[in-house]
């Protein structure tokens, strides 16, 4: 049986998820400083969403409106559908926000067991250890944990109420490769089970490894959206990497180099046409050695998209 | 293309009346453990009303009266009403000051917490403290001192001044709101420590100089301490509503600067 057109149109229009956070022709002055600007941000259910900036672009602030925390000088900031001051909006979310101090004197389970108790159905608290990797640290004061351990304990308060939607504001932030890894386990296994992620961060590797959408953010404006695949494939090119005789203007001087800079004993060169250019050094240079090369990863995109939104020349 | 919003309508989650009972327990219990591990806010808010009483009431002396009442009896309503006054504003100001300045109210307020439980239970630590200070006093001076007091008189002593503690913890709030998290235990001295001594509450009131003891009549601290004398009969034989009265309008006008300062955050908040 063949669907119809309409059928097909009618699907399409299903299948989307339900939007569960979402900021609307937002703006968010600071006194002179504009953190955001007319920004239009949506958050589907199931989806992990990272938003993607550099440090001062506006990320934490829209969290913050998210949260109920800021009230947006302009335009709407919704959660579930209501105002984020809302307490039901707010039993049904958690949050992990960069802080500078937790009470140091109350252990890891009485924060969470603080934390839990505002929650109706909360997670019993050897769950929630387990999913923090706190399951030795349970009775260790805050103040005696170490960076990594503080920032996982901040991950349990987070999830201790077993909400729908989590706000994570750079969860891995001092993280060593293996807590940064383990987090990104438990991250994906939450959304496994029907949750939904904002996650902000900085970390490029973080983004393209755990979002299903990016939204790239600079200067208070959201500069691009998309999978990761549909931002890398906003800079197409490679990224051709070689141990040369030749300088750095000669290399620019080749047709089709975008960009080249020293990285330590070798060069970096970014280009649109790798044969071109690849055809060029081979022949201008009969010395040329360590050659690789990439496609541009999520860093080249990043660094292109925020480079031409910013005033300065490329 | 209309997506469907995620609506909160479907499930309304309404906390039991004893589910918001527990968690302002829960609150006022973790906030209670916090303090007492903390020795700097446990050592100055017990030890020196205690250390102060022994030196100045049992050691020195303990033999003489002020107008009919043994010194010892004397000083555990004045230095009864300086912990009163150390532990509310130990308790909330430097708590609130630095939940404030290094973000940690922003994590409570961005969780489902009532607002009002985070208040309450820093009041209700600033109540035990109060009392725990107190009932130490009486045990030292009733040990030490030769102090005979009743167990009602001893009952109404405590009540009065744990009361007491209210305007202070007000005080507190205020305070909190606009101090700085690693100024806070300063500016809370630099304004605890003259209000004390111009009321009366280290030298008597009646040994203070004509000027001081003008002023003290405009202080809070002066009104809770006569009260508490007035329970051990040391009082000025003034009217008890008059110093309730002060204690009152003070509190309202405490709550009232907090509320700013909390606008204030707000609208600091709002840009």
Aim: charged residues 15%; aromatic residues 8%.
């Amino acid at each position: 049986m063949i669907a119809t057109l309409e059928e097909t149109q009618n699907l399409r229009q299903v299948s989307p998820s339900p939007v569960v956070a979402s900021l609307q022709s937002v703006c968010k002055n600071y006194g002179e400083v504009r953190a955001l600007r007319n920004v239009n941000f949506s958050v589907h259910a199931g989806q992990v969403v990272a938003l993607l900036g550099p440090n001062g672009a506006g990320k934490t602030t829209a969290v913050k409106l998210l949260l109920g925390l800021l009230q947006p000088n302009s335009g709407k900031a919704r959660v579930f559908g209501a105002d984020p001051t809302n307490p039901q909006t707010r039993m049904r979310a958690g949050a992990m926000l960069q802080v500078g101090k937790v009470p140091e004197t109350l252990k890891v389970r009485e924060h969470i067991d603080l934390f839990s108790s505002y929650y109706t159905n909360p997670l019993p608290l050897a769950d929630v250890l387990a999913a923090a990797g706190l399951e030795k640290l349970s009775d260790r004061k805050f103040g005696d944990l170490s960076g990594g351990q503080r920032q996982r304990t901040l991950f349990a308060l987070a999830i201790c109420g077993n909400p729908d939607l989590l706000f994570l504001d750079e969860p891995t932030v001092g993280l060593d490769v293996e807590a940064r890894r383990a987090l990104w386990e438990e991250i994906r296994r939450l959304v496994d089970c029907g949750k939904t992620v904002l996650l902000t961060t900085h970390y490029l590797e973080e983004a393209d490894a755990l979002a299903d959408r990016i939204a790239v953010i600079n200067q208070g404006e959201i500069i691009a959206e998309g999978t990761p695949a549909e931002i890398k494939s906003q800079t197409s090119g490679k990224r051709i990497r070689c141990i040369t005789e030749l300088s750095l203007t000669a290399l620019l001087q080749i047709p089709g180099v975008a960009s080249a800079r020293q990285d330590r004993e070798a060069v970096e060169i970014h280009t649109g046409e790798a044969e071109l250019v690849i055809r060029a050094l081979l022949t201008r240079d009969p010395t040329l050695s360590g050659l690789e090369i990439t496609s541009a990863g999520l860093e080249e995109a990043f660094l292109s998209l925020t480079r031409d939104n910013g005033e300065n020349a490329a | 293309m209309s997506t469907a919003v995620a609506t909160i309508g479907n499930t309304q989650i309404e906390r039991s009346p004893s589910h918001t009972a527990t968690i302002y327990l829960k609150e006022a219990k973790y906030e209670f453990l916090k303090n007492l591990r903390l020795r700097v806010y446990t050592i100055s808010v017990i030890t020196f009303p205690l250390m102060f009483y022994v030196l100045f009431g049992l050691v020195l002396n303990a033999k003489d009266a002020i107008n009919g009442t043994s010194v010892p009896t004397y000083l555990i309503a004045t230095y009864g009403t300086f912990g009163v006054m150390g532990a509310s504003l130990f308790g909330t100001a430097s708590g609130l000051a630095s939940d404030r300045g290094l973000g940690w109210i922003q994590v409570k307020r961005a969780s489902p917490m009532p607002p009002f439980a985070y208040f309450v239970a820093k009041i209700i630590l600033s109540m035990i403290f109060s009392s725990i200070v107190v009932a130490l006093l009486m045990v030292l001076g009733m040990a030490f001192g030769g102090v005979r007091l009743p167990v009602s008189k001893g009952v109404e002593l405590l009540g009065t001044l744990v009361a007491g503690s209210l305007p202070f913890s007000a005080m507190g709030l205020a305070i909190g709101y606009f101090a700085g998290p690693n100024s806070a235990p300063a500016a809370i001295n630099l304004i605890y420590l003259p209000l004390s001594f111009c009321s009366g509450l280290w030298v008597p009131y009646m040994f203070l100089p004509k000027l001081v003891r003008q002023i003290a009549l405009a202080l809070p601290p002066y009104h809770l301490s006569q009260l508490a004398l007035g329970v051990v009969g040391a009082g000025r034989h003034e009217a008890a509503s008059t110093h309730w009265e002060v204690l009152i309008a003070f509190t309202l006008i405490c709550l009232g600067v907090a509320r700013i300062g909390f606008q204030r955050d707000q609208g600091k908040l709002y840009g």
